[in-house]
């Protein structure tokens, strides 16, 4: 059983920053990427930001110059830095892990519950 556990959201003023943080258990060999989407109300999902094997990463053009990804493969984590908070960053973001092996896992895509990110004055 794979569970992905998000934390660090909130809320915080135009021009502010947050960090979140996404940390994937169980009984984990190998894990392709990691990352993170976001949802707004009456939006499409879209990715922020990935964190893939051979240190490929991957932002999506909103947040670029703006947003950091950080992974730890030895402790399966992934981390969001995010700086100049604009209020069109509001969402809840979700951290994803691409697994590929591990003990009585089956390999694909598992997703943690969202946390919510609101940027407001």
């Known amino acids: 059983q794979v569970q992905l556990v998000e934390s660090g959201g909130g809320v915080v003023q135009p021009g502010g920053s947050l960090r979140l943080s996404c940390a994937a258990s169980?009984?984990?060999?190998?894990?392709?990427?990691m990352g993170w989407y976001r949802q707004a109300p009456g939006k499409q999902r879209e990715l922020v930001a990935a964190s893939m094997s051979g240190g490929i990463i991957d932002y999506g053009d909103s947040v670029k110059g703006r947003f950091t990804i950080s992974r730890d493969n030895a402790k399966n984590t992934a981390d969001l830095q995010m700086n100049s908070l604009k209020p069109e960053d509001t969402a809840v973001y979700s951290c994803?892990?691409?697994?590929?092996?591990?003990?009585?896992?089956?390999?694909?895509?598992?997703w943690g519950q969202g946390t919510q990110v609101t940027v407001s004055s």
């Open positions: 994803y892990a691409d697994v590929i092996a591990g003990a009585s896992i089956v390999p694909g895509i598992y």
């Open positions: 169980g009984n984990i060999f190998a894990i392709a990427a």
